[in-house]
């Protein structure tokens, strides 16, 4: 079975391409192979109405190494050309992404837990 994200959306009552909807990813895009993580945010993209939000949780590529991973630069690229606006990255332990529970004296922010938000204009 081969469906897209924009038929399987489509054909269903619940949800209406035309209004603006939160998506999130959590814990799957780097599963999906150097091809999969770029067509599951091609696909996010065209099933987004303006307003929409996206929440992206990646393993961030620093080394540029890993195919599942997303180097910032490749979702930026990514995002942008699918008409996301407004890209605010975060690494757990980072300010944004800390809480109060994260041990800065022993460790620097995680690319291993990065997040990308943005909103499709």
Avoid at 20 to 43: H, N, Q, T, V
Avoid at 51 to 63: A, M, P, R, T
Avoid at 88 to 106: H, I, W
């Amino acid at each position: 079975m081969n469906e897209s994200l924009k038929s399987v959306l489509g054909s269903s009552e619940a949800y209406d391409m035309s209004k603006p909807s939160i998506f999130i990813a959590e814990g799957l895009i780097m599963y999906l192979g150097a091809a999969g993580k770029m067509k599951l945010l091609r696909d996010i993209s065209e099933v987004a109405a303006p307003g929409s939000i996206l929440i992206l949780n990646f393993i961030e590529d620093v080394e540029n190494n890993s195919p599942g991973a997303l180097s910032t630069a490749e979702a930026s690229s990514a995002l942008t050309d699918g008409g996301w606006s407004e890209l605010t990255f975060s690494r757990f332990g980072d300010e944004t992404l800390n809480y109060g529970r994260f041990p800065n004296g022993k460790f620097g922010p995680q690319p291993s837990f990065s997040f990308v938000v943005c909103v499709k204009v």
